[in-house]
């Protein structure tokens, strides 16, 4: 049996998960990363995207629309901006969310400008993977 790991997912409004883990596919800002136990320590920020866990029961599948993933060896520690089961996310999220980037790439300045493209670029391709509209 592989090694397992602490996996907890948690957001402002609550715990969403916490169990051993084998593997946690994260939706890191620089690209997507998994980390497996034993890993070496590492933080990373969170695009907009699927949180995937591996784990004795199947795969778990998570939307996190951004936020902080601690990874050290023992196990991986997801504080997300916004946090659903994927399974669980509606049209009217995916509203929201979209909602949400669109203002920040209306509100963008030379500065935040290419960060404000990526995220709203990530929303519409989270949506495509959901099946969901961007529009």
């Known amino acids: 049996m592989a090694d397992t790991m602490n996996f907890d997912l948690v957001s402002p409004e609550r715990s969403l998960a916490s169990f051993a883990a084998t593997e946690v596919l994260i939706p890191g800002s620089e690209g997507d990363m998994t980390a497996m136990f034993n890993h070496a320590p590492i933080l990373t920020t969170l695009r907009p995207g699927l949180l995937l866990v591996s784990s004795a029961d199947g795969v778990s599948e998570y939307v996190v629309t951004g936020g902080f993933a601690e990874v050290t060896p023992e196990g991986v520690t997801v504080i997300a901006e ?29 500065v935040t400008q290419d960060a404000a493209i990526k995220m709203h670029a990530d929303v519409v391709a989270l949506a495509a993977a959901l099946g969901l509209n961007a529009a």
């Open 82 to 110: 916004r946090a659903m089961v994927k399974s669980d996310v509606t049209q009217a999220d995916m509203d929201g969310i979209v909602s949400i980037a669109q203002v920040a790439l209306d509100g963008a300045n030379e």
